[in-house]
């Protein structure tokens, strides 16, 4: 079985500032993917960035960075430049690639609410 | 592309009812989802398919049928619905697995269902 904590209720960050989102995962697979969805109030889930277990360099999409540790089995997403449009839930996912068993399914964190003050 | 599309996107049901949400997607993926999220939560998976004619259940099956006879269509059904089944309800797709795992799911917008 897998499970994601994502820690932080809530967390609040000025415009313009950097912003890390916490995630740790527990899985016994050695091959995984680890996934960040953004939903605003609106209700959609966004995907905005993906990890693979054996990728050696941390992922980077736009102002979305993944903070890959392995050996401390976390993948922290950090946003740059916050902008008023961030204020959102972040969703932490993982996906076992184990064998191709796995169907592709995720499971997801808590989810961390994010506000961006101006 | 309209990508994941949703039916109905607000439902209110009584206890007892049935009902079916359904799911398409214009993508040609082979993989499909049903999660639902509940207040303070993450999304929780209820059953998901692999293609067209098969099916399996997730982390909370009970309660809800699925059925896919068309590749493109992902139906979830409740028998006899019940208040703790009061949530929001998204569909996902995806293409099957890569090498690299790293095909990420596309959701619809979301079925908002209240079970009184």
């Known amino acids: 079985a897998q499970k994601i904590t994502q820690t932080q209720p809530g967390m609040f960050v000025q415009e313009k500032e950097a912003v890390t989102l916490d995630c740790t995962y527990d899985t016994s697979d050695q091959s995984y993917g680890l996934f960040w969805y953004k939903q605003p109030s609106s209700g959609e889930m966004i995907f905005l960035i993906y990890q693979g277990s054996y990728d050696e360099q941390n992922a980077t999409e736009g102002r979305y960075s993944l903070n890959f540790q392995k050996a401390r089995k976390s993948a922290n997403l950090v946003i740059s430049a916050s902008q008023l449009g961030d204020s959102a839930m972040y969703f932490c996912a993982v996906r076992s690639t184990r064998g191709g068993t796995s169907y592709g399914k995720l499971t997801f964190g808590q989810g961390t609410i994010l506000t961006v003050h101006p | 592309n309209a990508g994941v599309t949703q039916t109905p996107k607000f439902r209110v049901l009584k206890t007892g009812q049935s009902m079916t949400l359904l799911c398409a997607q214009d993508m040609n993926h082979e993989y499909m989802y049903w999660y639902r999220q509940d207040p303070g939560m993450g999304l929780r998976l209820i059953h998901y398919s692999v293609g067209e004619g098969t099916t399996a259940k997730g982390e909370v099956p009970d309660g809800y049928n699925v059925s896919r006879l068309k590749k493109q269509n992902f139906l979830l059904g409740l028998e006899s619905a019940a208040p703790s089944q009061t949530s929001v309800y998204f569909c996902?797709?995806?293409?099957?697995?890569?090498?690299?795992?790293?095909?990420?799911?596309?959701f619809g917008p979301g079925t908002r269902l209240t079970v009184t």
């Open positions: 996902a797709s995806s293409y099957s697995m890569g090498r690299r795992g790293s095909y990420e799911q596309y």
